[in-house]
């Protein structure tokens, strides 16, 4: 039975008062919450979300892959240590995360291939443990693909057939469900307080001298956040960690403050068909047995087994055309399966012919369009954590740390396993430039 701790409603009447208050229960509000709360157990830390439990926004809609397959080294100890930290809940605290590595699988045309070579070797020399493969080896381990192209497939869909193949080793599949909920449980046991079915309605903010006259905040005074007003009556904190998502915009928008984020829905279709096994078991991968996460950039389609129930996975990354704007119940587009993704997938892949998806979701990406990585910005009273454009779940346990260590005003944040990132790399006024080719 889940532990919910602020057993007394929160009424407007009592304003309710934390040292620190998170919005958001999802990786990101959870793991900020759980290290703040670690590093700082003399402080009350409360996380409120507007949903009924943990990591049900934008979380429980996820691929559920976690990958380290990145160009720059801040990026890669986002995604890297993260990795250890997963493998850490599973194997020492005993929380089944579902972890199965069976690595990230870029199946690429030969001009990709040929610029990405530059690339592979920038990762590989930063850490990242790739393997290639060419054609032949791709056509004996994946029976299913198919690496030849007709006229129609060339001139008229200019399709372009596949050369080589790209594995990323440390890739790999997480229950991101089982994740928020081992989080929720670390967190209680240190004794943070949870309140869900709350919503943050509007940031409260306050003169950082008050001096007791009506109106206040005046232009003229320096201001901080102190605060929200939520559904259940105020809560006041020292610090309010904004973690809400793409939703974070409805609280920042009216406060000025821009998170370089703009939310973009992305949809999964999810297959379980006998004429898929053989593609799903693909041996030689990993130990796994079973296809690795695999894009095909080309179609912009990515696929994932899903270990726990020997379901595929199918993605479409689209991105250029695809518009912006923040959805609550986002819905897969009518058609863009049957009528769109269809046409191309099956002539990579002939086995999904005349097969219909049993389920789909929509999802939406807090998408960072300047440079894709995420940013933990401090203001007055306030961090806000997120833009994690799309890996979110992989960058976690860094991103919580940060937030941890940019409340305790430190320079630099301690990852998991003692690799150290600089705190303002990650923020907004002295953010680092990094130019990242993988899409992590
Ligand atoms: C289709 C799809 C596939 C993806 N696949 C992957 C993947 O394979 N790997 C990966 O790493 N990432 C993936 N991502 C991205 C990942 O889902 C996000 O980066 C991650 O979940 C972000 O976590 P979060 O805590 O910031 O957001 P969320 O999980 O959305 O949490 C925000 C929380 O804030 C709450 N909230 C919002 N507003 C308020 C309010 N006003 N008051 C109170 N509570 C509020 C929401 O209810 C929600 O629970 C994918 C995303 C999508 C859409």
């Known amino acids: 039975m889940r532990n919910i701790i602020v057993e007394q409603p929160i009424s407007s009447v009592n304003t309710m008062y ?62 890297d240590s993260t990795i250890d930290w997963f493998h850490h809940l599973q194997d020492d605290l005993g929380h089944r995360l579902n972890l199965t590595q069976y690595g990230y699988l870029y199946l690429l045309d030969g001009d990709r291939h040929r610029k990405l070579k530059q690339p592979i070797e920038t990762a590989r020399s930063i850490g990242v443990d790739i393997k290639t493969y060419d054609r032949e080896e791709l056509e004996s381990m994946l029976p299913d693909l198919a690496t030849k192209f007709g006229e129609e497939e060339t001139e008229l869909m200019g399709l372009k057939p596949i050369e080589a193949g790209v594995l990323a080793t440390r890739c790999g599949n997480i229950d991101a469900d089982a994740l928020t909920r081992s989080l929720e449980s670390e967190f209680l046991k240190l004794g943070g307080e949870l309140s869900y079915n709350t919503t943050a309605e509007t940031l409260t903010i306050k003169p950082q001298k008050e001096i007791g006259i009506d109106g206040e905040p005046f232009v003229w005074q320096d201001i901080r956040i102190a605060g929200a007003e939520t559904s259940r009556g105020e809560i006041r904190a020292e610090t309010t960690v904004v973690a809400a998502g793409t939703w974070s915009e409805r609280l920042l928008d009216p406060i000025g403050f821009d998170p370089l984020m703009r939310p973009k829905s992305r949809s999964i279709f999810v297959f379980n068909d006998p004429r898929l096994r053989r593609l799903r078991d693909a041996k030689g991968f990993s130990e796994s047995g079973l296809l690795p996460f695999t894009s095909i950039p080309e179609i912009r389609v990515y696929l994932k087994v899903e270990p726990s129930e020997g379901s595929i996975w199918l993605g479409c990354a689209d991105d250029f055309g695809r518009r912006y704007g923040l959805e609550d119940d986002p819905q897969p587009e009518r058609g863009l399966y049957e009528n769109d993704i269809y046409h ?22 807090a ?74």
């Open 18 to 79: 934390r040292d620190i208050l998170v919005i958001g229960a999802g990786a990101l509000g959870l793991s900020s919450a759980l290290h703040l709360k670690r590093l700082n157990p003399e402080k009350s830390v409360l996380v409120v979300d507007r949903l009924g439990g943990p990591g049900q926004g934008n979380t429980a809609k996820c691929a559920g892959i976690y990958l380290n397959l990145a160009t720059t080294e801040l990026n890669f100890s986002l995604c």
């Open 367 to 440: 998408i960072n369009r300047v440079d894709k990585t995420p940013v933990v910005a401090p203001a007055p009273g306030m961090i806000y954590v997120g833009s994690a454009t799309g890996y979110g779940v992989t960058k976690s346990d860094a991103l919580g740390r940060t937030v941890a260590a940019a409340y305790a005003g430190e320079e630099e944040a301690e990852l998991y396993g003692g690799r150290r990132i600089r705190v303002a790399d990650l923020g907004i006024e002295n953010r680092k430039k990094v130019k990242e080719t993988f899409k992590v």
């Open 344 to 365: 191309a997938l099956v002539k990579y892949l002939p086995c999904f012919q005349d097969l219909r998806p049993l389920n789909s979701w929509t999802g939406q990406r």
